[in-house]
């Protein structure tokens, strides 16, 4: 059975830093585009970042400059590393498995894995 765990959610106040983690099991995605992605109440869905399997990453521009995506191919995890946070990055954030490709995909629809979730709360 394929999982993708989320952990390292919690309360910060703004400009703290949280790390969040992916743990995949049941299968490898040594070779599969990487993504984060987060939920807002009310809002849809939305791109945050991901990494191909060489390693070349793509950001929303809400988060460049600030967010950094990483994986441990080894240990079949993924990181995102969170800088100086704002209220606006309030969400419920996703971890979630896409293609094999050296194309990095920001698109939800092309992800077939995904984990629960994990809430990052930022104060003000």
């Known amino acids: 059975q394929v999982q993708l765990v989320e952990s390292g959610g919690g309360l910060v106040q703004a400009g703290g830093s949280l790390r969040l983690s992916c743990a995949a099991s049941?299968?490898?995605?040594?070779?599969?585009?990487m993504g984060w992605f987060r939920q807002a109440p009310g809002k849809e869905r939305e791109f945050v970042a991901v990494?191909?399997?060489?390693?070349?990453?793509d950001y929303a521009d809400s988060v460049k400059g600030r967010f950094t995506i990483s994986r441990d191919s080894a240990k079949n995890t993924v990181y995102l590393q969170m800088n100086s946070l704002k209220p606006d990055d309030t969400a419920v954030y996703y971890c979630?498995?896409?293609?094999?490709?050296?194309?990095?995909?920001?698109?939800?629809?092309?992800?077939?894995?995904w984990g629960q979730g994990t809430q990052v709360t930022v104060s003000s």
């Open positions: 049941g299968r490898t995605f040594s070779r599969n585009n």
């Open positions: 990494i191909n399997w060489s390693s070349r990453t």
């Open positions: 979630a498995a896409g293609p094999v490709s050296w194309y990095t995909n920001s698109s939800p629809g092309k992800y077939d894995y």
